[in-house]
Every structure is written in C-alpha cells, then in structure tokens.
C-alpha cells in the first residue's frame, strides 16, 4: 500500500498534465520481458490458450501431432485420423494472476537501497471444457467447447495518508485505486481427420463467444480533506460488460506423416479472425512519444474490431524404443504480427488515437516429454519459449509438468503450468495534476492449474 510519505519520492519525479482526468482516463503499461503474455495485455493481443486438456497443457501444447483428447484436435484435426473408439472428455482449468509493484527507495546520496512494494493484487479466472470424438480406424470426428483466449488482468491498491508521532503507525486508509478485466472468449465447433496409409489430413471449425466478460475501473474516496495520492478528488467507478459483435470463424487444417513406428512429422495452418466488440474500458492505441503501446478508457463506447493473424506450425513426435512407453514431442510456430491491426468506429472528436505500433514476425517453439512410468501412470513436462512481437529481447518462456492415473476405460490428470517475469512499466494510476516521468518495477507471477477427466468407450 502507498502512504502519502512514501509518495514523495514519485511526485518528484512527475510534471504537470496537459489533458484533465475528466475527459480521459488513461493507463498505460510498458511491456515487459515476456512480451504480449503480460496478463494487462490480455485484452490487447487476445494472446489464445495453447491447450485446456490437463495432459496438454503439461507437454506445454507440443503434442499437436498425436491424438490425446477432442480438444488437441482443434490444434491439428489429423491427429484423430486413426483413431478408434470413442472418447468422452471434460476439464477444469483455473489461472491465478499475482502482481507486485515497487518503486526505488534512494538514499540521500542518491542511491537505490531497496524497491518499495507499495501494490500486491492477486486474481482467478476460471474456464471449462468438454467435447468428445469418435474414430473407426480410418476416419475420426470430435466435437468440444473449450477456452479460447482471455483478457483477465486484475489491480487493486490501497491508498493511505500520513499522521505524525505518535500516531505514525496508524496510517488511515483514504482510498483505492482497482482495475478487474475478466471473462472468457469461448470456442466451440467440430473437427474430422482421415488417414490413408501413411498420411493422414484433417479439417477443423470453431466458431468463438464470449462468457462473462467484463470490465471495471475504479478510484473509490474514502477522504475528501486527503486526496493527494488519488487519481481523482472524487468517487469514480466505471464498469461495463461486453461480448463478440460478430461470430468469428476459425479453421484450422492439418497433415501428417508418419515415417515407420517411431517417427511422424506433422504441420497445421490456423487461419486469422477479427473480434468486434463494443465497449468502453480496455482500448488499446499507440501514443508515438510515449514509444510504447497504450490501454485506455474512454468517454463513450466506441466499436472496435482486433484483427488477429494466421498461425502456422511445424511438429515433430519421436518414440524411443524403450521398454515403456516414451514420447517426444517439438512444434515451431510462426506468427506475422505485422498484420495485426486495431480499427475504431468513431475517433470520439479526436479522444482516441489509432494503434500503430510496429509489431514484428514472431516464432513459438514447445517441447515435451511423456514417459509412462508404469502401465498406468505416466509422467509429463513441456517447456514454451516464444518471441514477442514488440521486439526481439521480450521474449517469453513457461514451464509445465503433470501426470495422471489410469483404469481400464477411466483416465484422470493433472497439470500446473509456471510463469514468472520482472519488467519496468509506469504507473497506472496518476497522482491529481501528475504526469509520470519514471518507471517502476512489476513483479508478475502465472500459475495455471488443469484436472481432467477421461473416458473411452
């Protein structure tokens, strides 16, 4: 939390805005070292679940050359190409957001001592998924829901004044500053693949809407006489839920090969949609002095529509021959953000820019390994690093791992995925009549969890 003391230190550093809060109420946040993953720029990218399926997600979404369950088939509809039987499958997923935010403590001499942690915000955001797929050997069909993309970001800061000896202890909480964006952007749609000897193909549909989303930003008074620290003399809350004005279709093709029993090579293209929506809060633009991408709210709901590009991706499965079971998995994406574009419907008489920054092509590359430890339980881990397309050094790695249990037709597994990063950003509440002309530093933490239930028929 920030005292009205530990303020100083930042009010030196500030100057006096040109554009009154009350016409526009920006925050603005500067990418960090893992790029678009930054859960506040969720809403901007639409940065998209890699897998749902507890299995999945443990092999960091490697495994798109092999079938596991309906929701990879979406991924690479020709994995189900030799599937048999039926398979009936739903999972829980749950993402857990963690920030810190800090600010130098300088000594008198002009020397960083500490980093002050004035903000701690935590936040969950739950999704489901469910489908099924059947196969004859040569021909196989699924059918799922699962999360798609979301924007959930979550801030909340406390805000207190100052009183002197003997009360110094006793800092009175004179209001918050909080910022909610959650929700999820769900796809559901249905998938075939086919095999012909060697080579199997696929095709697959989804359609995406959006459950629950909302938006929320906030400056709540609880001190008029003390409002120094504020970004508002007054109570302002603004919150609105939104959803997809369109229904965006996505495709996604596949092909595989298999070269004998222990090595198969697969490629898939997914192609690029655009999401419309309207809305108030969470518009990204670009301010050219500022160098760096923007969110801000608006004074009106304005539409927006967020053009996201095609995907393509290369995958490689390796079996070992061991005695149990053993897979490897690689994929490398490739992603041309450069065709990523923002349009707004009205420029609301000049109060929103439009978003021109210049974004890069971007490569993803996933590893995994599944080794079954015994005949019914196996052991999974899978590593992410991806470019950012902000620039080449902001580039993002993750790490999961998992397992499961299996009996006779019932499958059950688990994973946790891990993301930690550090990167310096401004502040996203600015201080009544302030402008920032510092940075501080942002810790943030992502830990996704995954439970699975299988069962084949």
Known sequence: ????????????????????LSRVLIVAVLLSSQGFSQSYFNALFMNQYASTHSSDMALAGSNTSSYSNPFNTFSNPANQGKLKGVQLSSALNVLSINENRSYPAIDQFGDRVTDNIYVVSRGLQNSFSGGVSWGSGSLGVSAASM???TPAFFYKEELRGSLYAPNINRDPLIGYHHIEQSGIIQSSGASAGSSFGSWSVGLALRMLHGIGLENQYGVSVLDSTDVSALASASTLLKTESWGLENSPLIINFGVIKDF????RVSASFQSGYSLESKKQGALPFFEATEDLPLIQWASDTVGVIIDVPAQMELGLRMKPSNPLPTSIYITLAYQDWTQYGVTYSDSLAGEISAFDFPLQETFTIRGGIEHWVSDNVPFRAGLVWSESPIAGELSQSRFSAGSGWTSGPLQFDVAVQLFSVEYNSIDLFIPIGL???AT???RETQ???????????
């Open 1 to 20: 939390m920030m005292t009205a003391q530990n303020l100083k230190y930042k009010k030196n550093t500030m100057t006096y805005l040109i554009k009154p």
């Open 147 to 149: 999360p798609f993309s």
């Open 260 to 263: 004998g029993l222990h090595l």
């Open 435 to 437: 402008t920032p002309n």
């Open 440 to 442: 501080e530093k942002i």
């Open 447 to 457: 830990t996704s969890y995954s439970i699975s239930v299988s069962y084949s028929l």
